[in-house]
């Protein structure tokens, strides 16, 4: 049930979703948002790791 929790708090968080949007979001659908948003996060970070690199 924890990790139910932390994705709301992760939708809501960096999602801007309200707590009962993504509570009544189908679960699959809620997993795949959390997986995306996931994805968009690590994009964005290897992102600013090459500019990083870039200028040194």
């Known amino acids: ?29 809620r997993n795949w948002f959390v997986r995306r948003l996931t994805k968009h996060f690590e994009d964005e970070k290897a992102a600013i790791e090459k500019v990083r690199k870039k200028t040194r």
């Open 1 to 29: 049930m924890e990790n139910v929790y932390e994705q709301f708090f992760y939708l809501k968080l960096h999602g801007g979703w309200s707590f009962i949007e993504a509570y009544n979001l189908p679960v699959q659908l």
